[in-house]
């Protein structure tokens, strides 16, 4: 009987102490709830209410849809967002045709036997975004490419180079995880470098592909550093309108054109999860 009490004591001292952790653990999300209340979802918030509202003679907020109609009724707008979506579609396929390359490579043991190449291509992310735009500019320039004679292209190398990263680091982490028995067996039945590449690694590298895509596009169209050092003001992309709305207090146009920036990221992130959410059908059909 005593060993018996001694072990449902022991077993309610278990459940307490479970009991406990799962309470501490409840707790532990509290900082990351307030931030994403403060830092996400007030500014978010404020962001709609500016976008779909005017300012009256009393400094009173009524509701109005002239940003709406402004921004689609301006041929300058709309230039400005039609250029910047093709800036971000011709740097994500730029950035991929450079990257994948590099980090196939990377990810081969027999190329790179440690971390030393990886690093070297990470390392650019730790310097300050404005200092590498500012040295890419004085590079480019003892080059003989200057943006205010060649916007585009010094634009274009600046953000191929500062993004470049982004591609690199997904692709690399999706590429040491490909499954090497596939590419095996499609070698020992025949295939050729190219169809093995076709038929075997470039399936299984599309989830790095989407997520390096995903990580480039989007800051692209919202960047205005680069556009603005490298192309001397001459090029002008989407967040360069919004900072410009912005620094001339014209807060119900940049509001709106921030919501349209916020729309293009949802409609990304939907595209994306459903890509992956069709790619885990598939994978769960072949087995």
């Known amino acids: ?97 450079i990257g994948y390359p590099i980090a196939y490579l990377l990810a081969d043991k027999k190329v790179n036997k440690n971390y030393v190449m990886v690093m070297l291509f990470v390392m650019p992310m730790w310097i300050n975004f404005v200092l590498r735009t500012g040295a890419t500019r004085d590079v480019l320039y003892m080059m003989g490419i200057k943006g205010g004679e060649q916007p585009y292209v010094a634009t ?52 790095g592909i989407v997520s390096a895509a995903e990580m480039v596009f989007m800051p692209t169209m919202s960047s205005y550093v680069i556009s603005d050092t490298l192309s001397e003001g001459k090029l002008t992309l989407f967040g360069n309108s919004i900072a410009n709305s912005f620094n001339n207090s014209l807060w119900n146009d940049g509001s709106f054109m921030a919501f349209i920036m916020l729309a293009l990221i949802f409609l990304t992130m939907f595209i994306t999860n459903r890509f992956h959410k069709d790619e885990t059908m598939e994978k ?3 087995w």
């Open 1 to 97: 009987m005593p060993s018996t009490k001694s072990q449902h004591r022991s077993h309610n001292g278990l459940k307490t102490l479970k009991r406990i952790m799962s309470f501490k653990r409840k707790y532990l999300a509290i900082p990351y709830f307030v931030f994403l209340i403060l830092f996400v979802l007030i500014p978010i918030v404020i962001i709609l209410v500016y976008a779909f509202t005017k300012t009256d003679d009393l400094g009173n907020l009524t509701f109005s849809w002239n940003s709406l109609v402004e921004f689609f009724s301006s041929p300058t707008k709309l230039n400005v967002l039609v250029v910047s979506l093709f800036i971000g579609i011709l740097n994500t396929i730029f950035c991929l045709l």
């Open 156 to 207: 274009m190398i600046g953000l191929v180079y500062n993004y470049l990263p982004f591609t690199i680091l997904p692709l690399y982490t999706t590429m040491i995880k490909l499954d090497k028995s596939q590419i095996e067996a499609a070698r020992d039945l025949g295939c050729n470098p190219a169809q093995t590449f076709v038929h075997s690694v470039l399936p299984q590298s599309i989830p």
């Open 284 to 286: 769960g059909r072949l």
